[in-house]
């Protein structure tokens, strides 16, 4: 088991220092930024047009611009449209996405064998321009196709890495791959001749270094980003509300009677008990009713629990006032009573009690 896991444990140092020896990221910047000075940056670029008396800004679309390049295509169908429309009014347009609708698609062959760590001779080049180049170094871009029309360099005619296109009054030029242009490849081959000819044909050329904007610089709303048809179900939905509403709320014709409950006051709760109690002609169930009450009443200003038996109660009521404890259950247990007189005077009887018990004083009779 030992002999097995050590070969691992080899493995895992050895990735380990693997990651040690290679480092962490550059922090250069993101490939292709002007302000980029590493190998994948494009800050040769801008340093090299600007010694050939260029204007170089950085913006999302071109304005007063003599040509644009837009090494890669993040644009969205807003700018490329603006953009497509500065090319045909006279601009120039300098492509080096191939997968960018605004330039010239990729060839379906591949002509350069995969055109990395490879250079390309300007043997059949019907641009004028580039007469003065040799070759170049692709740096792994791929071949454009060329449609009738078209002028192309660095290929066969067919197939190319440079195709001009005319656009209207403008031109675009795409070029098969960015890597041309980088820092680390802008010295190989022609390619710095390459990027001055087509972007700084002469002195004070103002260029636009095109990059996608900022996000929060726009000057939509976020109900301008909003489909059209997401605007227009919310619509349906709000008008669908209202009718809702209107059809809930309003009622046509005459007013419906609706039941209502009925609400008994606690006063004419007690007095349609005592009608009842009257209507039935019994004065004992009325004084045991009469006596319960007196009861719990007693029981609640002693602190005991409303459940307390009678006898306990009156022990208690007995030890505070004073009274004869045999007298005060027989009061809280309602001796037999057998007229409406025996009825009053077991009530005012209670009712000394408790005042004697509250106040400590009976009432007077």
Not at 283 to 309: C, E, M, N, W
Request: glycine share 12%.
């Amino acid at each position: 088991m030992r002999g097995r896991v050590v070969p691992w444990v080899l493995v895992g140092l050895a990735l380990f220092g693997l990651v040690l020896l290679s480092g962490g990221p550059g922090d250069d910047g993101p490939p292709l930024d002007p302000d980029n000075t590493g190998e994948l940056g494009t800050r040769g670029l801008v340093l090299l047009l600007e010694e050939f008396d260029a204007e170089v800004d950085v913006t999302s679309v071109p304005r007063d611009h003599d040509v644009a390049l837009l090494l890669a295509d993040r644009l969205d169908e807003i700018d490329r449209e603006r953009l497509n429309e500065w090319v045909q009014a006279g601009g120039t347009l300098v492509v080096t996405d191939p997968g960018s609708p605004l330039g010239a698609q990729p060839a379906v062959g591949d002509f350069f064998g995969g055109l990395v760590d490879a250079s390309i001779g300007a043997d059949q080049c019907d641009v004028d321009a580039f007469a003065g180049l040799d070759r170049v170094d692709p740096s792994g871009g791929i071949p454009l196709a060329v449609f009738p029309g078209d002028q192309s360099c660095f290929g066969d005619g067919v197939e190319a890495f440079v195709v001009v296109s005319d656009r209207r009054q403008g031109t675009v030029v795409s070029i098969g791959g960015a890597g041309a242009f980088t820092n680390g490849t802008l010295g190989s081959e022609d390619n710095a001749a390459l990027a001055v000819t087509v972007l700084a044909p002469e002195p004070g050329t103002r260029i636009a270094f095109l990059e996608p904007p900022e996000p929060g610089t726009g000057d939509k709303s976020l109900s301008d980003l909003v489909a059209p048809g997401i605007k227009l179900a919310l619509v349906q939905l709000a008008i669908a509300f209202v009718v809702y509403a209107l059809w809930r709320t309003i009622r046509l014709g005459r007013p419906v009677a609706e039941p209502q409950p009925i609400e008994i006051d606690s006063s004419e709760f007690v007095s349609a008990v005592g009608n009842l109690l009257a209507e039935r002609r019994d004065p004992q169930l009325s004084a045991q009713t009469i006596a319960a009450a007196s009861t719990r009443s007693f029981a609640a200003a002693l602190g005991l629990g409303p459940a307390t038996d009678a006898a306990i109660v009156a022990t208690a009521v007995a030890d505070r006032t004073g009274r004869d404890v045999h007298d005060v259950e027989g009061l809280l247990r309602a001796a037999p009573v057998s007229s409406d007189d025996d009825l009053v005077a077991l009530t005012l009887a209670l009712d000394r009690l408790e005042q004697e018990l509250l106040h400590g004083e009976p009432t007077p009779s």
